[in-house]
Structure formats: C-alpha cells, structure tokens
C-alpha cells in the first residue's frame, strides 16, 4: 500500500530514477502532508547547460520546498535538496527537479491545476479554493500566458475585430484584438486610442502576420479607431459592427422613453417594460408582443422609436447588400422625419459612417461569425474582476478568450 502510494506521488511529481521519494509523514497537528524526493548518490548527471556527462558537486546549501497539488485534499508539500554539478565548461550549476519551474514554489502540478481553477472562477474564489494567495496566483497565470502568447502565430489573422473594454470598475481601457476567423482574442492592449491600434499591428508583424493580409477590421465608430485602422490596414475593409449600431439606436430609445416618462404620471410601468427593448425584432413572444402594444399605446412616442429599433433588426436581415442599403434608406430617412429629437439625431451619426455600417453586408458572414464574440470578451472579464493591474485583466482574458496553448500540463487529461 505505502509503495503505491508512494508510486502514485513520484507520477505526480514526474520522478524518474536517479530521483526517488524518500519518504512522506503526514503531519496531524498541521494537516498537511510532507514529502521527501532525493537524488541516487552515484546517479551519473549531465551539465543542464551544455548537455555534456559529468559530476555532482554537493548539494545546494538549504533544503527548498514546494508547494504540490493537495492529496487527499491536504495540502501537500515537497522537500528537495537539490544537487550542483561542476562542469569542465560551465563551472558550478545547479540541477533543476523534474517537477519544478524554474524559481516558483510550486510543482509544475499544482500550477496546472492551478490554471484550470483559474480559468473556471474568480480569483479570490480560487484563492481560497486552493489555499494559495492571490499574489502567487497571479504569478503562475502570468508566467504561463505569458509564455503561450509569445509563441502564438499570427500569420494566417486575416479578419480583425477590435473593441473597446473596460476594466478595474469602469476605470480604465483596454483595446482587445480578436482573430474573427478563429474566434479568439490575440491582442489585449493597455487604453483605447490610436496608439493601441498601432500596437496590434506590432504584434501582429512580430508574430508572423502582415497587416496588408488584412481583408478586414470590425469595430466601433469611435472617432479613434476608425482612423486608426485605416492608417495600420489600409488594405483591410472596414466594419462598423451590429452590435455598436444597435446600442447608438438604443441609447437613443432611451432618452425617447425617459422624456416621455418624465411627463407621464405613472412613472413605474415604462420603466419595468424596458427589458422588452432588448427582444429583437421576430424573436417576441404572442405575451411580449400584446404587452408593448399596451405600451405603446399609453407611450406613443417611446412605441414609435422602439419600431425604428425593430426596423434596424430587418435592415441586418437582409440578405444582399442592396437590400440593406435599401432599408438602411429607408430607415434613415424615417428618423429624419420623425419628430423625435434623440432619433433625429442618432439618424445622422448613422448616416456619418454608412459605408462601414453596410460594409457588413459585403463581408457577412465573417461578420457574421464575430458577432457572439462580445459576449464572450464579457464572460472572459467576470472572471478577469477582482485584477487590479492592466497585466492580470490582460491574462485572463487571453486565458478564457485566447485559446491560448498552454505548456504547462492539463492534470486532468
Ligand atoms: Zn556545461
């Protein structure tokens, strides 16, 4: 039984002869358990270095401990002292164990571990979780990210989405790339402006990919982006995305609705109804659809501008761009007409950037295909929260959104 076991701790810390477990004690008082891997005193070693046969020279001066991933749900640590060797070439070097990083305290087992709890909960919940500060956990994030997205290759990124996000409670930015092809993120750059663009571009070169390869780039209208883009991708299309446009549209609703609501009595009603706004167009039940016939009958003005919401939903069913050019006109040419100041208004932001509104329709369906991908940057930043640096957003995102490689094993595959 304790040769199994000990059988079963040596997979674990991938121990191969000449290293062996000396023994393990649990330790009752502490609730932990200690274990002891050595070397074979006459073990022939090689110079980590250059690779050539020679000797041991002693040990290294102190015992080091790491900590391992927990057994029997006990913390479990390992004790080792390491050997040096004398190299003819390299002189005195010290001999790494086969289950460690170099200069982490943990085994390359528990930060396996420790990446998939990660990618699965909050911070401070695997913090607690595995009864390891957050610090330390930071730490192995970052050295594993780190590591799989400097070996990331960028040469086949032909369709970009680029977004704004924000972090650390709204404040500060961030610039997220996403490979639409591929539906990951690439890029996570520090602030939302010009120069972010810039460094997607660097990055993207840095790892084997061309920004005059690029057939097209997604993003918001803001007035930093879109002359951002086309002065790094000139080639590239440029999109604006559906999901940006619906929000001008929205926004727009809302001032509607919060007018409309402040001259009405019954203040509450217009306010729960919100919700309906957010159904798009052909997906309302008989229920939802009964109710804001209700409303808009009591809220005309706020039924009117929800209609042109709608009509936004059939401009992106279309199936040809002249179709959609077609009712974007017409759409257009109704909020210009409509008497509804936020709509009058939003109508001309849309008409500024129609080009790259129905540029979507030459490109749909990759656009198509990065559509879905803001929900999944959202899903990567409820588990980002809780970082307060630039550098712990970032690695998680790139965790959760990058289909990152990571070097460090998966222990439960
Ligand atoms: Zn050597």
């Known amino acids: 039984m304790m040769k199994d076991f000990d059988k079963m701790l040596a997979g674990s810390l991938q121990l191969e002869e000449p290293w062996y477990i000396k023994g393990a004690e649990f330790r009752a008082e502490e609730g932990a358990i200690h274990v002891n891997v050595g070397i074979r005193p006459g073990a022939r070693l090689v110079c980590p270095k250059c690779g050539k046969a020679t000797k041991r020279y002693g040990y290294e001066p102190g015992e080091r401990i790491w900590r391992h991933a927990d057994c029997l749900f006990y913390p479990c640590y390992v004790h080792c002292k390491r050997p040096r060797v004398l190299c003819d070439e390299c002189g005195i070097i010290q001999i790494n164990a086969p289950f460690e990083r170099k200069n982490s305290r943990f085994t ?3 930060e396996g571990y420790a990446m998939l709890i990660m990618a699965d909960m909050p911070r401070r919940k695997a913090s607690r979780l595995l009864r390891c500060d957050e610090k330390s956990l930071t730490a192995i994030l970052k050295y594993w990210v780190d590591d799989a997205v400097e070996k990331m290759d960028l040469s086949d990124v032909k369709n970009m989405a680029i977004d704004e996000t924000s972090f650390k409670k709204g404040h500060d930015y961030a610039t997220v790339a996403i490979d639409a092809d591929k539906r990951r993120v690439f890029d996570v750059q520090h602030g939302r402006g010009k120069e972010a663009v810039a460094e997607v571009r660097k990055k993207l070169e840095k790892h084997g990919g061309k920004a005059e390869n690029m057939r097209s780039v997604t993003s918001d209208m803001s007035a930093s982006y879109l002359p951002a883009v086309k002065e790094n991708f000139p080639e590239a299309l440029q999109v604006v995305d559906k999901f940006h446009v619906k929000q001008i549209m929205l926004k727009a609703l809302d001032q509607v609705r919060t007018e409309e609501q402040r001259a009405a009595e019954d203040k509450k009603t217009i306010f729960a109804y919100r919700k309906l706004f957010w159904v798009p167009e052909g997906k309302m039940t008989e229920k939802q659809r009964n109710r804001f016939q209700a409303l808009a009958k009591s809220y005309p003005k706020t039924g009117r501008a929800f209609r042109m919401v709608q009509a936004l939903d059939i401009v992106y069913a279309a199936e040809t761009f002249e179709q959609a050019e077609k009712s974007f006109r017409k759409l257009y040419s109704w909020m210009r007409r409509s008497r509804l100041e936020p709509m009058k208004k939003a109508a001309l932001t849309l008409k500024a950037h129609s080009t790259e509104i129905l ?18 940057i959202q899903a990567g930043k409820r588990k980002a929260r809780g970082f307060n640096t630039f550098e712990g957003f970032a690695s998680m995102i790139y965790l959760i959104v990058g289909k990152l490689d990571l070097a460090v094993a998966n222990p439960l595959s």
């Open 359 to 376: 540029n979507y329709f030459h490109n749909r369906k990759t656009n198509a295909i990065a559509e879905g991908l803001n929900s999944m």
């Open 108 to 110: 390359l087992m528990f």
